[in-house]
């Protein structure tokens, strides 16, 4: 068990919907990362908070955005859904800023857009 | 072409065997990652090194950043050990690029 906790585990939808995935930190850990993993693309990063604030952006669409919460979690937003967004989602944390740090991985959201 | 290029793409072992897996990448870096995805999909971080060499049982990473290359090895593998082993660099303001990882399966 890394200590990262990511809800729901599978989410279904249909195209043009908006969904939320959370994603809770591991205790003490500052830094929340989004990274996406299709078939297709392989595990891209999308996104980096830190303490609150946005500190790094990959390959996010503009149809999506997040959030990190006062009590460090994490919220990852998609809207207008297609169906090539269909992928594993994953969350990972670590206690500092940067990438330099070992990564715990939550254990992914599945989603599915039909 | 890809910045991070990880070979063999898949790679079959029997139990015992020493396995390398390869990651070059064409970017500058800072730092590499290697990770471990497993069947059911949850990813474990194994290495983050930015020079030399490191060890944590029987997995060895190494790193050489003048030749941009790192190798992964595995001593006596076992079919605990079969998982998608990804390498990741840490390029320009420090995001994770990538590879499309190494399928390894290791048979008894």
């Known amino acids: 068990d890394s200590g990262v906790t990511q809800t729901p585990k599978h989410l279904i939808t249909a195209t043009g919907q908006r969904v939320t995935l959370r994603c809770s930190p591991r205790s003490g850990d500052l830094s929340v990362y989004w990274y996406q993993q299709s078939l297709d693309q392989g595990l891209q990063f999308l996104i980096q908070?830190?303490?609150?604030?946005?500190?790094a952006k990959g390959n996010i669409l503009e149809r999506f955005s997040a959030q990190q919460f006062p009590d460090l979690h994490s919220e990852l937003n998609l809207s207008s859904l297609e169906l090539g967004d269909s992928a594993l989602y994953f969350c990972a944390s670590s206690v500092d800023r940067g990438s330099y740090e070992k990564l715990f991985f939550g254990s992914g959201t599945q989603l599915s857009v039909l | 072409k890809n910045e991070v290029e990880q070979s063999p793409q898949n790679l079959t072992a029997q139990e015992g065997e020493f396995i390398t897996i390869n990651c070059s990448y064409s970017v500058g870096i800072s730092a590499l990652h290697w990770l471990q995805q497993h069947p059911g999909g949850g990813i474990v971080s194994l290495f983050m090194?930015?020079?030399g060499k490191k060890k944590h049982g029987r997995l060895i990473a190494t790193i050489n950043i003048q030749e941009k290359h790192s190798s992964l090895h595995i001593t006596a593998s076992h079919p605990r050990d079969s998982a998608v082993y990804i390498c990741?660099?840490?390029?320009?303001?420090?995001?994770?690029?990538f590879g499309t990882g190494t399928r390894l399966q290791v048979f008894p």
């Open positions: 090194l930015s020079s």
């Open positions: 990741a660099v840490i390029g320009g303001t420090d995001k994770l690029i």
């Open positions: 908070y830190y303490n609150g604030e946005e500190r």
